[in-house]
């Protein structure tokens, strides 16, 4: 994300595929073990980058079905890190997509003891999701 030194307003888009891995967790469905069998159509993160007068501001929209406040926060890290943009202008957006993973769990955090790791899918989300989906946020941004 460069910086506009002119007045006037500035904007950047892209998209990057997110897809899981066949094998991942889907989410969206409560008590049932739903692994990914195969893709039928990719499913992005989508930056919109906007700048004007020296003030950066970006959307971020992840067609995933939810993603918890720590993995948020770390993409607002993340992004700070690599461009330089305050956490609290990146606004991170999901679309609620029942058809694809979580990034983080929704249903119960880590500190939860009451799920098996053997039944970990129960926590909503997978951990082999997390790192690419996060890699490709940010490089949307």
């Known amino acids: 994300m460069k910086s506009l030194k002119e ?16 094998g991942v967790q889907i989410a969206g469905d409560i008590g049932r073990r ?51 943009l ?6 991170v957006h999901v679309l609620q997509n029942h058809a694809a993973p979580s990034i983080g769990d929704h249903f119960c955090r880590e500190e939860c003891r ?4 053997s039944e970990r899918w129960l926590r909503g989300g997978d951990p082999g999701y997390n ?3 996060m890699a490709g946020a940010v490089e949307a941004v």
């Open 131 to 133: 790192e690419p989906a």
């Open 114 to 117: 009451l799920i098996p790791d």
């Open 7 to 22: 007045p006037g307003l500035a904007a950047g888009a892209a998209k990057v595929d997110i897809s899981p891995e066949l």
């Open 86 to 91: 305050p956490a609290g202008s990146l606004l």
């Open 34 to 84: 739903r692994p990914c069998t195969a893709l039928k159509e990719p499913i992005y993160a989508r930056a919109l980058a906007l700048e004007s007068g020296g003030q950066r501001f970006c959307v971020l929209t992840l067609d995933v079905l939810a993603i918890d406040n720590p993995w948020s926060d770390e993409i607002r890290r993340r992004v700070q890190a690599a461009f330089g």
